[in-house]
Structures are given as C-alpha cells and as structure tokens.
C-alpha cells in the first residue's frame, strides 16, 4: 500500500488531474482485498468470490436490491462447513505463544461444540491414556521454540513436548501465521529455529503441509476449516442456493430469452 501510495505522489501530477490527496480518498475508500488468487484452491475461490461480491454490490440492479446480497454468493469448489462424526481431542502447549486461542476457534467452528475437547499437553502423558483420535496443533509465528532456551536441560520445553508427542503416535497439525502484527514470518524462518532432530527421521515436524492462517475473516474461515479437515471432517454441501445464486440465474434466463 505505501508503494501504491508513493506512485500516485510520483504519476498523477497532470495539470487537469484532480489532487493526488483526492485521488487517493477514491482508491481507498473501500478497504483492499487481500489477494489469493495464486494460492491453493479454496483460498483462491474464496479471492474470486469476495471479489465478485464487491464488483456486484456498485452494480444499479443490486443497489436497489440489497436484500439479495445479503444472503451471500454461492460458487463453484468453495470450503463449505466442516463436519467431525466423531469425538476428538486437540491438544497444544502454553509454551506455544497463542496456540490456545487457535484451538479455541477450532472448536467454535464446530456446531456440537462438545465434539472436540482442549487440552493442554502433559508430558506425563502414556500411550495407555492417548485416544484414536488425538492432535497436537502447533502454532508457528516468530515465537515459537523461544521459549526454549529457558530450558537447557530438554525438558519442559516445547521440542520435548512434540518428541513426546510423536513418539505417543500424535499427529501434529502445523498451523502458519501470515499476519505480521501477530508475529507471522516466512516459512524458511522455522527451518533456523527448530532443534535438529525434529527436521529428521522419525519426527520430520514439517513433513505435512501446514495450514495457512489470515486474519482476514472470510480466509480464516477456510484456516480454521482446514485444521478440521486434518482432523477428520468433512464438507456438509448444501442443496440449495442463496437468494443471489438465484437472482443471477434469472438475469442470465432472461437476456437469454431476450
């Protein structure tokens, strides 16, 4: 944004062109979407769909008809709700910067709450204690394994907590922070800071791709969903479309038949 705000400074400085302070008051009237075109699939849906609904909300027809706007848009391979069919448990550490509170949202994503149950780690854990259905989410931001340094002696320290997880048969579920107000860094980052021996055989920690995590509602919809898929859920399609679906479809049949 500050190098599209440096350009306006820079190219509309034409004598019949409206003040660049002006100008930039029409760009940004609206906030700017946070593009994922290029990015994997329902990240990318969603980007063309919450495109299409702001390009259709300046259209004449349905700034007279706000009400079906309302009801939303429906497209083609978007993330529809997840659904788990049976219990599990997730679990994080608080030596995890906000790991609690992602897995808090997990859980709120879900409609029978009571269907996933938080807890934190306890390295005193044994296999005779661990479920069918356990997962360790880890929660990779700038933070993460610092906290580990307080720890020279290995234990009680999150790395020992994932060796000890791994080792009980836990799947771990890599959950990357893109906001950088909330500690996200790149990927490569992750490979400086973690110990060793979770790189290799038998842990390899980032063995499984991590889910992408946006700040962005809509996209952290899809986050959030995506961890529930690695937990065993799955989409709940919907029969029916919304209202806008609708009245798109009756345009189109009418200029057809025009």
């Known amino acids: 944004m500050d190098e599209l705000k440096q350009d306006c400074v820079e190219y509309c400085i034409e004598n019949d062109a409206p003040h ?20 994997s699939k329902y990240f990318s849906v969603a980007s ?3 495109l299409g609904e702001r390009i ?16 939303g848009l429906e497209v083609d391979d978007e993330l529809d709700p997840i659904q788990l069919s049976h219990q599990c448990t997730l679990l994080y550490s ?6 609690r509170g992602i897995v808090e949202e997990v859980k709120e994503m879900v409609k029978k709450e009571d269907i996933v149950k938080i807890e934190e780690f306890n390295t005193n854990t044994g296999r005779e204690n661990i479920g069918p259905e356990v997962f360790f989410l880890l929660y990779l931001n700038k933070d993460v394994f610092c906290f580990d340094e307080c720890s020279p002696d290995g234990f009680g320290n999150l790395a020992h907590q994932l060796k000890h997880a791994i080792d009980l048969g836990i799947k771990v579920i890599l959950v990357h922070e893109t906001d950088t107000t909330k500690g996200g860094i ?9 110990p060793r021996e979770l ?30 898929l690695k937990m ?15 009245s798109i479809c009756k345009i189109y049949s009418q200029k057809e038949t025009a």
């Open 199 to 228: 790189l290799k055989s038998p842990y390899n920690l980032f063995g499984d791709i991590a889910v992408t995590l946006y700040s962005f509602e809509e996209y952290r919809k899809i986050s959030l969903g995506q961890v529930l």
């Open 186 to 194: 790149s990927f490569n980052h992750f490979f400086t800071v973690t």
């Open 56 to 71: 259709l909300q300046k259209l004449p027809y349905y700034d007279n008809n706000q009400q079906q706007l309302s009801a």
């Open 94 to 99: 608080d030596l995890n910067s906000n790991a």
């Open 232 to 246: 065993g859920g799955v989409q709940s399609r919907s029969s029916s479309f919304s209202w806008l679906n609708k």
């Open 48 to 50: 063309v769909k919450y």
């Open 20 to 39: 660049v302070t002006n100008i930039l008051e029409h760009i940004l009237a609206d906030d700017p979407i946070l593009w994922l075109g290029a990015s």
